[in-house]
């Protein structure tokens, strides 16, 4: 098993902060791995995984449950067009489920109208950052508009099952909602 040695912080960023983590591998070699995480203060193991949940993803359904919420995003990181499920950080003090309805409402206008599911916290993206973010299942309501925020292109839409199969054939998706997407989609029961 790799053995942890130390971990330093190479970059502060606005948002984000860049670590090198240094492990020695089970025959000894040293490897120092890169990543990014929404702590500026990480000093040892125990901070790579107890840090608090950042992020919150709500996979929303309307209420007859025969539609799913997408969102067409454009994503600065991979510049393009991207289908993902609406999503955001939690602000300091705000309940999960709190942090679901508030940013469902900034970026599609619909109301969170049940929570019938609030996963168990998992890693945005293992490879290559800390970041935890949670999953809230729930029925949405009401007229979809844009995104309040002047800072995104969010697109929001209900989407059928075989809408969403044929968007799985031609469009790039987030991984997360890539999956759900496909188990869903192809779910007749």
Known sequence: MMKFKKISKVFDGNYITRFDIEYETENGAQKTYEIVSRSSELSGF????????????MIVHDKTGEKLLLNREYRMAVGEWVYNF?????????????????????ETGLDLTAVSEVWKESYSAVGMS????????????????????????????????S??????????FAARTQVYCALWSRNQA
Request: aromatic share 6%.
């Open 46 to 57: 125990d901070d790579l995984h107890d840090n608090k949940t950042e992020a919150v993803v």
């Open 130 to 161: 800390n970041e935890k973010s949670v999953v809230v299942l729930g029925t949405a309501e009401g007229d979809i508009r844009s995104s309040d925020s002047d800072m995104e292109e969010i697109f929001a839409g209900w989407y059928t099952k």
């Open 86 to 106: 609406p999503a955001g950080l939690i602000d300091e003090g705000e309940s999960i489920s709190e942090a679901a309805r508030r940013e469902l409402y900034e």
């Open 163 to 172: 809408e969403v199969q044929s968007l799985l054939k031609e469009h790039r």
